[in-house]
């Protein structure tokens, strides 16, 4: 027995109430204890004198003290072997609730010594001829694994749960397959199990027709498990295939949002297996109006599916093609719920419903939070890039909203306004002047760098341009690198377009740049474009004032092969957050057999990403060449929503998109594989460019005549240039980054 | 699954906590506690910190909390979240720190019952009420053969309904709420405007009735009776798990086995000629930078028999307003500062009638002026006898073995709340 406390204090009181003679004391005493547990004090020492009040009539009383063993039986594992005789007992109660609730918590005690004596009552209740206490003896021996494996297994347990699959009552169908289900993933993510297993439960054609008879009998969160089951199984056939989604369809009308979503999983699985364009076109159909109803559940459950919605329609963009107007926000939405509200409005975006987006956006922008005033601005800007039709709009909108002087408004408005002018240059040059009234109103660095783009890209459209941006040169040191890169690049544009006026701001510029600042990346690019300017002022123009390839919004944010994945896990964490389940639910599960599983899945990515490293490779080798080459390549570069356009098209670079890429390497890669992608036109290479051949070779397309050689300065101190190696991504990327 | 599940209070102390696996130690409420209840800037109801994911639901100063540590199905624990909330309700009435603490040992029993080992289990409210009760139960020979009848029950093809449920009067009552949202934009268009339908239904009817129910839907009527004009557009429909789906799939005849007592029966959402018992007509001027005035005016768009009840309008005022004038034939309104609205509620207004109210509310002036961002009116009502969506209940036909007359009568409520919004 354990050593009891000393004679005084609330332990000692209930003590005395446990043992005392009258019931209704016990019982009170017994609350007390669960009470001081819920609140964390440590009651484990009453341990001998609750177990005296086990064996009662009282249901209530019993399920207390339960309640307190399943809590303590770990600490004191010598003490619950007294209760396993009354579990035992209760096991052959006439009473079912009794009999299931001793098996539920006898699995639930997880104390080695008491394991044993489960078998035997485990094995009778599976066969008992109460269904409620079938379905609890089911969910037992899954409870049993997760304990001990080999006891499950010798016992003949999992045959037993095989054979129940077909018992007559649908709610014993369900926990047992969720027990088989629960087991089944136990086993599989034990590294020790060979890929050559198939896994403990494999679903077989006998056991689907099974489970879609009892889809339609058992309770919601039984449908849920069936489901899931239907979700594995591989279909023989076309016509098995459309089988199960014509029995599955049904669910969508369940008021249980779970059961819906788990139903649109399994419709999404089987569907790959259809061919018939009309059944899929049905099936697509069916699925809007339950989706939609989604969005009147409560706002947690709400965000649960506009996530996945999200996912769906990436895979299926005309899944809600008329259903815009229900996704506009409500004042009183979570912030949450608004943001991925926001999102999918700009996928739905089409020239129909423009007028109708564009002043919900403009209504959003006037809203409070700070956050969501922003993500509204963003998607004025993703919009304008979208539609075409709707640039002008989008303009006008953005026009206002910089009207209102609100200084997170204005800013916001700039750094979308230079992917419009990205997308659409040379349209709509007459707003550069209401930009550049509100230079004042910026102080965050992002809207600096884009109003600097804007200012240098039209730099021969705008007179006091040399004005403009010799502000920032004065102020140069104190800005962050990225305003200080687009100045430095904006200036040098300057100087291209206009080199009367302007030599003596480039001048100033590079000496600070050179001289005073302390990002080697400012004063590598520094040191290039004074080397450039001094030897060969046609390269110059080729580099700085190259063409840029236009710009697109990505139609996914995940790979394909990702998002099919996901698409297999509707309605799971791993739908809610976009990304891989391995990525969160870390248990060391990746193992080596995993990674090649998912190799094979995903060939294309292996394949592309090979592709990537050697590009990569190839630049470092360039690199080695001459030390500067990264500089100018990646200046004439697609950056920003550039970038992510040219690499949603390589499935690397997608992968890259989605956060998931394993490799950090892919992260420069993609960005040289936009550029060998969008550049490797004729090869022109300038003399003084010898080593940049893999990049640099498409600007000298540019058909240019060489302005005369304002050589500003000859003498470029070479000494500070044999630097660190720069990392090619260059933060130009983050400036023009909408996503 | 769900491995922990927890109550916590505003304070973050634990009212409840249950661990359903073995995975987490009961410590992992404190990891909750700091990083979400003391953390003022949470911004999602799914925290994943490692490989643990802390799911939950705020309601009346109560964090509801699952914990997992798989890959969980998301929709599953949010619903199970909010079934618990519902049953709690059920039970006690309202669901706050205090019914909390007064009945934890029943909340105790109660999660244990509806979820095992993470998996949740049968939540039927009638049925748990059938077993887990306030008075204690003593486990004799009677109670057995009772209890064996309830778990047959929750657990049968008809888990919802016991067999020998007898009536001296066998009456069913319909209750058909709809929920309307609008948002208006300030210029007077309707930029969305839906309903969100309840069929509420309580069923008093001896013996195994099986039910067949019968609505204005265009479908079915297009189908069968041509030419009928005032059927209903439903853009969906979904319903309580006693109705065969498949049945409804193919025919679109609704019919079911009803539980004993209260449950929905169904829920449904229409789109199309959505009738707004309520307009709202708001002017509202800011003069200079020290007055905004308003002129808003009600009028409702229904019989004149009918009339809305219960009416409130809230109205924004900017934030630096001092005091707010306002003048009202009907009802009465008041300016709260707390909430920076004028409120104004109207007990009655009959069908074809007309309200305004007029306001001049005066601002102070602030040195830093920031725009206005002009939240939307927000109005709540209720309309008795009268569907936004125009639905209509046909029939309501009960056959059962015992071939008795059944009563069946049929409410309509049309209502909004915190869902009706007017920009200005």
């Known amino acids: 027995m354990s050593v009891r406390g000393p004679r005084k204090g609330e332990n000692y009181e209930l003590s005395v109430d446990l043992n005392s003679e009258y019931r209704e004391k016990r019982k009170d005493a017994i609350k007390r204890v669960i009470a001081s547990m819920t609140v964390g004090k440590d009651v484990s020492g009453l341990f001998p004198d609750v177990l005296k009040n086990m064996q009662t009539d009282d249901l209530e009383q019993k399920k207390l003290v339960y309640l307190y063993l399943m809590n303590y039986a770990k600490t004191q594992p010598e003490l619950v072997i007294l209760a396993v005789n009354t579990f035992v007992k209760d096991t052959d109660d006439p009473n079912p609730l009794v009999r299931a609730l001793a098996i539920r918590t006898m699995g639930c005690l997880r104390a080695e010594k008491i394991i044993d004596y489960l078998c035997d009552p485990l094995q009778k209740c599976l066969r008992d001829e109460n269904p409620y206490v079938r379905k609890t003896a089911a969910l037992c021996v899954a409870k049993l694994y997760d304990l001990k494996p080999e006891l499950v297994i010798d016992n003949g347990f999992l045959e037993q749960l095989q054979e129940m699959i077909a018992d007559s009552n649908p709610m014993v169908v369900a926990n047992t397959v969720a027990a088989l289900t629960d087991i089944h993933v136990a086993a599989t993510s034990q590294p020790s199990t060979s890929s050559s297993d198939p896994g403990i439960f494999i679903i077989t054609t006998s056991i689907l027709n099974k489970l879609l008879i009892a889809l339609n009998e058992c309770s919601e969160w039984g449908r849920v498990a069936v489901l899931n089951a239907l979700a594995r199984y591989v279909a023989q056939d076309e016509k098995e295939s459309e089988h199960i989604c014509e029995r599955v369809v049904p669910q969508f009308q369940h008021v249980n949002g779970s059961v819906v979503l788990a139903a649109v999983k399994v419709i999404m699985i089987h569907m790959r297996g259809v061919r018939r364009e009309e059944l899929i076109k049905q099936l697509v159909r069916k699925m809007a109006p339950p989706l939609v109803t989604l969005l009147s559940s409560p706002p947690e459950v709400q965000w649960v599916a506009l996530r996945n919605i999200n996912l769906l329609l990436q895979k299926r963009p005309d899944l809600l093609s008329n259903e815009m107007r229900v996704f506009f926000c409500k004042y009183n939405d979570p912030l949450y719920v608004k943001v991925e509200k926001l999102d999918i409005m700009v996928r739905l975006a089409s020239e129909n419903n423009l007028d109708a987006l564009l002043s919900e956006l403009k209504e959003y922008a006037s809203e409070v939070d700070v956050d969501f005033v922003r993500k509204s601005i963003k998607a004025i800007g993703q919009t304008a890039v979208k539609i075409d039709a709707a640039a002008e709009r989008c303009v006008n909108v953005l026009l206002d909203l910089i009207g209102t002087r609100v200084s997170y408004v204005v800013q916001e408005a700039v750094v979308v306004m230079k992917d419009i002018f990205r997308k659409y240059p040379s349209t709509y040059e007459g707003v550069i002047p209401t930009l550049c009234a509100n230079l004042d109103e910026l102080d965050e660095p992002e809207a600096k760098a884009s109003l600097i783009w804007i200012i240098g890209e039209y730099a021969n459209k705008i007179d006091n341009a040399d004005e403009l941006l010799g502000i920032f040169v004065d102020t140069f040191t104190e800005e962050s690198y990225p305003v200080q890169l687009q100045t430095l690049t904006a200036v040098v544009k300057l100087f291209l377009k206009k080199p009367d006026s302007s030599q003596g701001v480039v001048q100033r510029v590079l000496t600070t740049a050179t001289k005073d600042c302390d990002s080697p990346d400012v004063r590598d690019r520094a040191y290039i474009y004074w080397r450039l300017l001094s030897t060969d002022p046609g390269a110059a123009k080729a580099v700085v004032l190259a063409h840029r390839p236009p710009i697109s919004i990505p139609r996914t944010t995940v790979s394909p092969a990702l998002l099919e994945e996901l698409l297999g896990e509707i309605g799971s964490l791993a739908s809610v957050y976009h990304k891989p389940a391995e990525t969160f639910v870390g248990r060391g599960r990746v193992g080596a057999d995993s990674v090649q599983r998912k190799g094979a899945e995903f060939a294309d990515d292996a394949l592309s990403t090979q592709k990537a490293l050697q590009t990569v490779v190839a630049g470092q080798q360039a690199e080695n060449l001459l030390d500067f080459d990264d500089e100018p390549a990646t200046e004439g570069q697609p950056s920003g929503l550039a970038a992510t356009e040219v690499l949603s098209q390589t499935p690397a670079a997608a992968n890259l998109l989605a956060g998931t890429s394993s490799n950090p390497l892919d992260d420069l890669v993609s960005i040289f594989g936009g550029a060998g992608g969008g550049l490797q036109a004729s090869a022109a290479p300038q003399s003084s460019f010898g080593g940049l051949a893999p990049f640099g070779s498409g600007f000298g397309s540019n058909p240019m005549s060489p302005a005369p050689p304002q050589a500003t300065s000859p003498g470029v101190p070479m000494g500070g240039a044999s630097k660190s190696p720069a990392p090619p991504q260059q933060p130009q990327d983050d400036l023009l980054g909408l996503f | 699954m769900i491995s922990a599940f927890f109550i916590f209070n505003q304070k973050g102390e634990v009212l409840i906590s249950r661990l359903y ?3 987490f130690k009961r410590s992992i409420a404190d990891v909750f506690r700091i990083q979400v209840v003391s953390n003022s800037d949470v ?96 486990s004799t020979v009677n109670a057995a053969e009772e209890s064996s009848k309830i778990t047959s029950q929750a657990t049968g093809a008809t888990s919802w309904r016991r067999g020998d449920v007898k009536y001296k009067k066998n009456e069913a009552f319909v209750d058909v709420i709809e929920v309307v949202n609008l948002s208006m934009s300030a210029k007077g268009n309707v930029l969305r405007a839906d309903v969100d339908g309840h069929i509420q239904m309580r069923a008093y009817l001896s013996g195994t009735p099986e039910c067949k129910f019968g609505l204005n839907d265009k479908l079915v009527i297009d189908n069968n009776e041509k030419g009928t004009t005032d059927a209903v557009e439903l853009d969906d429909c ?21 539980p004993d007592g209260e449950f929905e029966l169904m829920r449904y959402r229409s789109t199309s000629n959505v009738k707004l018992p309520l307009k709202i007509m708001p002017t509202v001027t800011e003069i200079g930078t020290t007055q905004v005035q308003y002129v808003i005016t009600a009028k409702t768009n229904f019989n004149n028999k009918l009339s809305a009840t219960n009416v409130v309008l809230r109205i924004p005022t900017p934030l630096n307003t001092t005091t707010v004038d306002c003048k009202v034939a009907n009802g009465k309104a008041k300016y709260v500062p707390g909430e920076n609205v004028v409120v104004w509620k109207i007990p009655r207004i009959q069908g074809g009638q007309e309200v305004t109210l007029t306001a001049t509310a005066s601002l102070t002036s602030m040195t830093h002026r920031q725009v206005w961002a002009r939240p939307p009116i927000d109005v709540d009502f209720q309309v008795l006898m009268f569907t936004a969506s125009g639905l209509i209940v046909r029939f309501l036909k009960v056959f059962e073995k015992g071939n008795y007359q059944s009563v069946k009568w049929v409410r309509y409520l049309t209502k909004a709340n915190g869902t009706y919004q007017i920009r200005f």
């Open chain 2, 21 to 23: 696996r073995t995975d």
């Open chain 2, 238 to 258: 979904r319903f309580h798990q006693c109705v065969r789906l498949n049945d409804f799939d193919a025919t679109r005849t609704i019919s079911f086995i009803p």
């Open chain 2, 43 to 138: 911004r999602s109801p799914i925290i994943t910190l490692g490989s643990t994911s802390f799911f939950h639901v705020r309601i009346n100063n109560l964090y509801v909390v699952a914990v997992t540590k798989t890959n969980a199905n998301a929709a599953l624990v949010f619903e199970f979240c909010y079934r618990f909330i519902i049953i709690c309700k059920s039970y006690f009435g309202k669901i706050d720190e205090e019914s909390i603490k007064n009945n934890f040992v029943l909340i105790y029993e109660l999660i244990d019952e509806i979820n095992d080992f993470g998996y949740p289990q049968n939540s039927e409210i009638d049925t748990l009420k059938s077993y887990i009760t306030t008075e204690s139960v003593v």
